[in-house]
């Protein structure tokens, strides 16, 4: 397990004293994570999250490969934290694809990223505005085809 800060590291403990096995899902650990890049979006996330309005996310590819950071696996279990820093639930990856960024369309997916829209039209659009930056951070040139790991989450712990 990576580094937590003292409130996720607690609270990863009390979410593993209430399974029967505990050493199985320790070894599951992904991370502790933020949706969007401010704590005020974090919040929003958070809170999509808990609702249940949020069930689904992304990530660039080519983000984990440049930065070596492990991918994303089935049966991940991964801490949501609030703009705060603030845990507030276990997820677990129940589904993960690779899907070019131009082929999502599974409704189903983007009603459940919560944030970008209902329509295809409405998330793309989106998606693009926000992938587009941070490949250009990478050193690379966006493309409608670029790489992206889809994956579908459900709460575990709160």
Not at 27 to 49: C, H, K, M, S, V
Request: charged share 20%; proline share 4%.
């Amino acid at each position: 397990m990576g580094a937590l800060n003292e409130k996720s590291s607690a609270f990863w403990q009390a979410y593993l004293a209430t399974t029967l096995d505990v050493e199985e899902r320790a070894n599951r650990f992904f991370e502790a994570f933020q949706i969007g890049d401010t704590p005020d979006y974090a919040d929003y996330g958070a809170r999509l999250i808990l609702a249940g309005a949020k069930t689904t996310t992304s990530g660039l590819r080519w983000e984990y490969e440049q930065s070596g950071m492990a991918r994303p696996f089935v049966g991940a279990l991964s801490i949501v934290e609030n703009g705060q820093n603030e845990p507030v639930c276990v997820v677990e990856t129940v589904w993960l694809a690779e899907i070019p960024l131009s082929a999502i369309s599974e409704l189903d997916f983007i009603v459940g990223y919560g944030e970008w829209g209902e329509t295809v039209e409405s998330w793309q659009q989106r998606a693009w505005a926000y992938y587009a930056p941070h490949c250009l951070e990478l050193g690379l040139t966006p493309q409608h085809d670029m790489p992206m790991l889809c994956e579908r989450f459900q709460v575990i712990y709160r």
